[in-house]
């Protein structure tokens, strides 16, 4: 089982930035794809971006594709979604997820964090 956790998130303006960690404390957690996802208010959840076991490979939704980086630090257990050129749009709770296989379906993801706030100000 692993344990996530988000951080990072906050109120921003738009065309700001922000960094999101997603850290667990379990070795394991470098066994497994992480994906981000969010859900906006009064919206389904939705695939942000997602990056393999060995941090190689790295896939993102249209809206996330040349705003957004996702990576990780194997060593600190961590993976990172740097958030650039934010939009009120990307308003959301972004929630990281550790799966296998590698992809954006929800349903490959077993563990979930509790997930962050993103607040984009107009």
């Known amino acids: 089982q692993v344990q996530l956790v988000e951080s990072g998130g906050g109120l921003v303006q738009a065309g700001g930035s922000l960094r999101l960690s997603c850290a667990a404390s379990e070795r394991s957690f470098n066994n497994y794809a992480i994906g981000w996802f969010r859900r906006a208010p009064g919206k389904e959840r939705e695939f942000v971006a997602a990056i393999s076991d060995t941090g190689r490979s790295t896939i993102y939704s249209p809206s996330a594709k040349g705003r957004f980086a996702i990576s990780r630090d194997r060593a600190k257990n961590t993976v990172y979604l740097q958030m650039n050129s934010l939009k009120p749009e990307d308003t959301a709770v972004y929630y990281c997820?550790?799966?296998?296989?590698?992809?954006?379906?929800?349903?490959?993801?077993?563990?979930w964090g509790q997930g962050t706030q993103v607040t984009v100000s107009s």
């Open positions: 997820a550790a799966g296998r296989p590698f992809g954006p379906k929800p349903e490959h993801y077993d563990y």
